[in-house]
């Protein structure tokens, strides 16, 4: 059975930083891009950071660029995003997710999702 469970969400302050984990169960992540997306209240779902199978095409939306960071650990089957000086505007509920073939960081392009973890930025 194909899953993906996301970890590490939670309520943080201004400035703080958390990390997210992916756990991949099912298939091999080295075989798939992969990508974390968040959906705010009363917003669409939007590609956060992606990642290419060999890790050689990564995409970082601007309003993350130089404080998030997208990487797998293929031994563990596990996916990360480290998010560091998070801000009140990063709060949304996160997902990663595995595109078997990889061309954009889009919604449409991801085949397995997991459930998500809500991160609340807050003082």
């Known amino acids: 059975q194909v899953q993906l469970v996301e970890s590490g969400g939670g309520l943080v302050q201004p400035g703080g930083s958390l990390r997210l984990s992916c756990a991949a169960s099912g298939f091999t992540l080295d075989y798939y891009a992969i990508g974390w997306f968040r959906q705010a209240p009363g917003k669409e779902r939007e590609g956060v950071s992606c990642?290419?199978?060999?890790?050689?095409?990564?995409y970082y939306a601007d309003s993350v660029k130089g404080r998030y960071g997208i990487t797998r650990d293929n031994a563990k089957n596990t996916v990360y995003l480290q998010m560091n000086n998070l801000q009140p505007q990063d709060t949304a509920v996160y997902y990663c997710?595995?595109?078997?073939?990889?061309?954009?960081?889009?919604?449409?392009?991801?085949?397995?999702w997991g459930q998500g973890t809500q991160v609340t930025v807050s003082s």
């Open positions: 990642s290419s199978t060999n890790h050689n095409n990564t």
């Open positions: 997710a595995a595109a078997k073939v990889y061309y954009s960081c889009d919604y449409d392009v991801f085949d397995y």
